[in-house]
């Protein structure tokens, strides 16, 4: 199935790269972990360093160290079972303009 630790997390760092845009095509952040990283459900990865302030029109890709903290196989499948939930909450927030007189 996995090869996910059973009782405790296991946790390892590893190199990355950030990339950070504020442009009018794209408002984003993406990191890019090195090697053969595979990240699955319940897994946390913390970014080192100070953040990254992208002033508008720019693009910014900085090397990075991360700490990656896989999570136990219980707590991968509580949040299997429970993320479809979490997803519907997103779906109940609208972005539309409401009119008001």
Known sequence: MTDAPIFFRRRFEVPCT???SHTFESLHAHVVLD???KIEPGDEVLVHGA??????GEVITERRTATVTQATIWERVWTRMTGDLE??????FSFSEEARL
């Open 18 to 20: 950030v990339e950070v």
């Open 35 to 37: 090697g053969d990283v």
């Open 87 to 92: 997803f519907m909450e997103l779906c109940e």
């Open 51 to 56: 953040p990254i302030q992208a002033a508008y």
